[in-house]
């Protein structure tokens, strides 16, 4: 098996999208003995497990059977999108790393997070935890980086090698055709482990639902650009030198206007501060107020269950965080949480959504892997993604950071015996 990467490429120019220059800074050699072929994490976000078997996915399938694939990969509590990128590259319950939800407070930081607000999201003192590509680059493999979440922030004082600031106007095709210059650069400047982020799946379920035509579409789209890549890849002569792993954050579940739970029917919101709010909805009640709060909720939905922080089920792994609320609510497959009054000035729920509990088969993620490295043909039942990282970790050749995760999920797909060392 080639081990090693060696094509003699002329660098290339950052692409040419507007406001999404190249990013870069100087990066060390790749050290001598560093031969592990290179791996590319793809983000498909919001592709449910089953759509695997939809008619648009052909090359998703034909890279399954000559690789590995998992019934699906379980998300992380709350199955929302920030939450499940960053376990997915760092092996931590979000209750350790700290991006805890989409939206978020902190009583250390004046700001609130959104994902949506690139500024303040920027703040180290969110992100706790050492991504995949610090982990590699502190053991001096180069990394790249076409959008991932927290990819393009300073992390414990490190970034990819190559990444790209985000913006959602940069075509997919771009971002794949960039993945194969980075992966064509001489063998001292060619990153070994690169990232891409794909949203059609996930926009296209909220607008829609996840049984509509238009994911249908969107999963067409997808496979048409893994084609495009597995095409790049062997014109170059790279198909038995890089390892692909796809995965998604999160599944899908429809959503309609019958099916809201109206807190304001059970008591007064003026006595809290709702600081997100659906299908987890994170509760901060006024000083004294957190059991009447409580009571007034406990039991008042059928379909609504209410936890207190340190009640929040073990499985979920959702307690240590301070970022965490006092008060946690959790809604039903399919159930919307809101109130009387965002219900008049928002539009009514349509199409689909996630967050709710990782173990719903509508949550369950995608998770693909193949190359060099992997066992063909492998099959794995459904697997938590905080496991992941290590897989990760394992393909890179790199010693991981303390994590959640281990090894021991993925060693059936693998082709190189996993390292020894305890916790792995």
Known sequence: MIRFLVLAVTLLVACRAPRSRVESRPSGAIPSGAITPATVLISFDGFRADYLERPGAVHLRALAARGARAERLIPSFPSK????????????????????ANTMRDAMIPERFTIGDTIVARNPQWWGGEPIWNTAERQGVRTAAFFWPGSDYEIGGRRPSFYRPYDGRIPDTTRVDQLLRWLALPADQAPRFLTAYFSTTDDAGHDHGPGSPQV????????????????????????????????????????DSARRIYLDDYLDLSQLEVVD????????????????????????????????????????????????????????????????????????????????????????????????????????????????????????????????????????????????????
Request: aromatic share 6%; charged share 20%.
């Open 81 to 100: 999108t920030f939450p499940n990128h960053y376990t997915l590259v760092t092996g931590l319950y979000p209750e350790h790393h700290g991006i805890v």
């Open 216 to 255: 249908d579409a969107a999963i067409m789209h997808l496979d048409t650009l893994l084609a495009r890549l597995e095409r790049g890849l062997a014109a170059r002569g790279l198909t038995d030198r890089v390892n692909l792993v796809l995965v998604s954050d999160h599944g899908m579940t429809p959503i």
């Open 277 to 424: 709010w659906m299908p987890v909805t994170a509760l901060v009640p006024q000083p004294g107020r957190e059991e009447a709060v409580y009571g007034a909720l406990r039991g008042a939905h059928p379909h609504l269950t209410v936890f207190r922080r340190d009640g929040v089920p073990e499985r979920f792994h959702y307690r240590t965080h301070p970022r965490i609320p006092p008060l946690v609510l959790l809604a039903d497959d399919g159930w919307t949480i809101t109130s009387r009054e965002r219900a008049r000035r928002l539009p009514p729920p349509r199409g689909g959504t996630h967050g709710y509990d990782p173990a719903l088969p509508s949550m369950g993620a995608l998770f693909l892997a193949a190359g060099p490295d992997i066992v063909p043909g492998a099959r794995l039942p459904a697997v938590e993604n905080v496991h992941v990282y290590e897989l990760l970790a394992h393909l890179l050749g790199v010693t991981p950071a303390p994590n959640d995760g281990t090894i021991v999920p993925f060693a059936s797909i693998i082709r190189k015996p996993p390292f020894s060392s305890a916790g792995r």
